[in-house]
């Protein structure tokens, strides 16, 4: 496994923008699929974006899809999510996981390993 480290959260207006990051230990990262899910107050975690293993393959949910943009540095084991235009609805505590599955695995329970989390507030 790997461990998991989010950061990069803070308030921002709407139309703004934030780049959310992840560290990895362990010399296995360049082989997880890496995810980003996000969880709001009341609600369940959800699937925002996954990166295959090189980075040359993402998959995003429908609800920001062309606003956030998933990336990865197997050299610095780190992930990023940048996210553009935020919107109050984006307003959530997002976590970063890896999982061994592939790039379509968006089922929270099927991540191995996961970040602490890091709050992203958008207001209006």
């Known amino acids: 496994q790997v461990q998991l480290v989010d950061s990069g959260g803070g308030l921002v207006q709407r139309g703004g923008s934030l780049r959310l990051s992840c560290a990895a230990s362990?010399?296995?990262?360049?082989?997880?699929?890496m995810g980003w899910f996000r969880q709001a107050p009341g609600k369940e975690r959800e699937f925002v974006a996954t990166i295959n293993w090189s980075g040359g393959s993402t998959y995003y949910a429908d609800s920001v899809k062309g606003r956030f943009t998933i990336s990865r540095d197997n050299a610095k084991n780190t992930v990023y999510l940048q996210m553009n235009s935020l919107k109050p609805e984006d307003t959530a505590v997002y976590y970063c996981a890896a999982t061994k599955g592939g790039l379509r695995v968006i089922v929270a329970r099927l991540y191995d390993s996961w970040g602490q989390g890091t709050q992203v507030t958008v207001s209006s």
């Open positions: 362990g010399r296995t990262f360049s082989s997880y699929t």
